[in-house]
């Protein structure tokens, strides 16, 4: 807050004040600043140190940086997570289909009390995961989460990632097909998806 | 960096996306499309047989506009940090044009997804999406939906 110099003071209190504001400013400034950018690289760090450490395994990090309240939402869920026991119960259902998780963090973006994390992470399918029995093979699939802290600990986080890249790895379902191809798959299919309707009718 | 040009950085950037998704998604103008869509643009989240360019850019998006005529986006969250900014959005619309070599299924599709776009003098550079494309191929009928 600037405070303006009154014209017409007498020099030595002219001076006087606006040393005085200059402090005022500087130290408010100095406030300002510490607040909006210490925050947002520490959100950083808690955010590649909690999703780093829980596909790891650590037991520890979800309980140091994870909020009793939390919600998140993820595509492969059909209701939100809920709390710390529902973060960890979430990554251990994968970790119980995937061994040698990890995540790898691609970049962040943050402001204010938001970090987007867009990561990578990579396993191998030791386990069942959607009625798919373990194959064995390497994974990897890309995503991003938007997360938001309070006080040093992750309340909300919103994950979209590509569930129907990891069926395609997995060999459930076919590769994406360029639009042609993708024309080309419908028409031969098209028959069986008619007669699925005349099916349905009855 | 001093805050206050970091903030305005933030804020035009932002509002570089905000008339991207408002005009040249919502209102579907090309004008704006070429206006904002820097010459080198890339797409790396450009779909197969796609190109990555900004032709590429244009063919693919205003075919997807065509194939939902009445769609909508609309911004849920938006976060920005030096030249990139982080876009939350909801898209809804009925799939009455052919997309993608699927014919028209008359089907209303929801979907959220994030874009992250970087920007530089004014227009975007790059663009990056994630999808949940499992989620858009079974609202499709692509793909079956789990029983």
């Known amino acids: ?202 | 960096m001093s805050e206050r040009s970091a903030e305005d950085e933030r804020e035009q950037n932002k509002e570089i996306i905000r008339r991207f998704v408002e005009e040249v998604q919502n209102e579907k103008s090309e004008d704006t499309y070429w206006e904002l869509n820097a010459a080198d643009f890339v797409n790396l989240s450009s779909p197969p047989g796609i190109p990555a360019d900004r032709d590429g850019g244009h063919m693919y998006l205003f075919g997807f506009l065509n194939a939902f005529p009445d769609c909508h986006f609309t911004i849920d969250d938006m976060i920005a940090e030096g030249d990139r900014v982080v876009t939350k959005k909801t898209f809804t619309g009925t799939h009455t044009g052919e997309f993608a070599g699927i014919p028209p299924t008359g089907n209303a599709i929801t979907l959220q997804f994030v874009d992250i776009m970087r920007v530089r003098d004014g227009k975007i550079v790059e663009h990056w999406n994630c999808i949940d494309q499992l989620s858009f191929m079974q609202q499709l009928g692509v793909i079956p939906a789990p029983s």
């Not at chain 1, 007498?10 to 400034?29: E, H």
């Not at chain 1, 939100?80 to 994968?94: V, W």
């Not at chain 1, 998780?101 to 995961?129: M, N």
């Open chain 1, 1 to 202: 807050m600037l405070r303006r110099r009154r014209p017409g003071r007498k020099r030595k209190t002219a001076f006087a004040l606006t040393g005085i504001s200059a402090a005022v400013v500087s130290a408010l400034g100095f406030r300002r600043r510490r607040a909006k950018t210490g925050a947002a690289p520490d959100n950083k760090a808690i955010i590649r140190q909690l999703f780093e450490g829980t596909w790891a395994g650590d037991p520890d990090v979800t309980d140091r940086y994870v909020a009793p309240t939390y919600i998140g939402y993820e595509p492969s869920q059909e209701s939100p997570i809920e709390g710390i026991d529902g973060f960890k119960a979430f990554i251990q259902r994968f970790r119980d289909s995937f061994s040698n998780t990890h995540v790898t963090i691609e970049e962040q973006i943050a402001e204010d009390d938001t970090v987007a994390t867009r990561w990578t992470g990579r396993g191998t399918h030791t386990g069942e995961i959607s009625g798919i029995a373990p194959t064995g093979k390497d994974v990897t699939i890309t995503g991003v989460s938007i997360s938001r802290i309070e006080n040093g600990k992750l309340v909300e986080d919103h994950t979209t990632w590509d569930t129907l890249g990891l069926l395609v790895q997995l060999g459930a379902i076919p590769a994406i097909r360029t639009p042609e191809q993708q024309q080309e798959h419908f028409h031969e299919h098209e028959h069986e998806h008619e007669h699925e309707h005349e099916h349905q009718a009855y």
